[in-house]
């Protein structure tokens, strides 16, 4: 169970993407459902500075399913729970039907409806 696999990380420092929040994000709101607050002490960006942070001992940190993983990192792949991703187009009135925006608006609605997949795994 992920809720379980996260918490057996709680006493570890966490590494997020400097980039971006979405990973962290991630990491303390799986953390919250399992029942703790991640201490996060470390922002890399890229995913072969974190590999290298997580070999010299400095934490954990979620890496994409398949990544390939440095000597000494170990991927523990989550089940669950599923993630969603909320997409929004903002237009000016009346220019919902231009070519570009329609074709990206037609994209996001046919690829928007929910699968399951893998997710991120936790490292360390």
Known sequence: DTLELFARFREDDWIVNSRNTADETAIRTLASMAGFTPRITHQADSLDLV???ITAG???GLLAVDTPVFPGVRLLPLDGPPVVLRACAVVRHGRL???PLALVTDLLVRRGAPTAGPGPAPAG
């Open 97 to 99: 039907d231009w070519p």
């Open 51 to 53: 590999q290298g942070m």
């Open 58 to 60: 400095l934490g954990v």
